[in-house]
């Protein structure tokens, strides 16, 4: 199994988060999902802190933060 950085956990957690909130806008969740998006909810802020702690640490290249955002706005 492949070791996913933080960055990239966020990022799936927040497309998953954002595709539960469509669902919400065009029906009522099921349990189920009300109950991943509670769960999502909880492990973001986590998730975020702990990037937050690596980018000081030193544990994520700036290279890698910089040449993310240029990809993306490619």
Do not use: C
């Amino acid at each position: 199994m492949l070791n996913k950085s933080t960055l990239d956990m966020i990022q799936e957690l927040a497309n998953e988060r954002f595709q539960l909130y469509q669902l919400a806008s065009r029906h009522q969740l099921t349990p189920e999902q009300r109950k991943r998006l509670e769960e999502i909810n909880r492990e973001l802020p986590i998730l975020w802190d702990r990037y937050r702690r690596e980018l000081v640490s030193g544990h994520v290249p700036r290279e890698l933060l910089f040449s993310r955002g240029r990809q993306h706005a490619a």
